[in-house]
């Protein structure tokens, strides 16, 4: 009897995909961007269809064929769309996690090659451009602890600037 069930079931099927597949592959085509993948889901629909083995007549089948056709888009629109959101959040995350790397790097050498060119400087200028640039002093400040003219200060700080971006324009 079940054999018989079985039977009478899967001719049911049959006859449903000869006569439904290319109206069930129209229908997923028609919702979905890639033409492979509605051929896969229009043969999942009628997998699926096995799994309603008591349900399935040959007078509601239509109708349930595309009930399940409708599930299928419904479920693989959304794994479309959380697949396009993880793999922006992986593409933004890693861009950015390389480019904070990248432009670690990128500050740390542009830094030795500050302070090589630093070495370079007459002593004093060598100091007013570094109390000024990595300890962040004032004219002022550094006037009052050398010792020195606010004008002298300046003119060092000038002369050392505009000798370092000259040098880092040829570098970079």
Do not use: W
């Not at 069930?24 to 083995?53: C, G």
């Not at 959304?78 to 990248?102: G, L, P």
């Not at 030795?112 to 200028?125: I, M, S």
């Amino acid at each position: 009897m079940k054999n018989d069930l079985n039977l009478k079931v899967e001719s049911i099927v049959a006859d449903a995909y000869n006569k439904y597949h290319p109206d069930i592959l129209s229908y997923i085509t028609n919702r979905i961007i890639h033409k492979y993948d509605a051929e896969d889901l229009a043969q999942d629909v009628f997998l699926r269809l096995l799994d309603y083995k008591q349900m399935v007549r040959p007078d509601t089948i239509k109708y349930f064929l595309f009930t399940i056709s409708r599930n299928i888009v419904t479920d693989h629109i959304r794994r479309y769309y959380k697949r396009q959101e993880f793999d922006a959040y992986i593409y933004e995350t890693s861009a950015s996690s390389t480019n904070e790397t990248e432009e670690t790097c990128i500050v740390k050498d542009i830094l030795y090659v500050e302070k090589r060119k630093l070495d370079t400087f007459a002593p004093q200028r060598k100091i007013v451009y570094m109390l000024n640039r990595f300890e962040e002093k004032t004219v002022e400040e550094i006037s009052i602890e050398m010792g020195l003219s606010r004008s002298t200060i300046e003119n060092h700080l000038l002369l050392g600037r505009k000798e370092m971006r000259s040098y880092m324009r040829k570098c970079i």
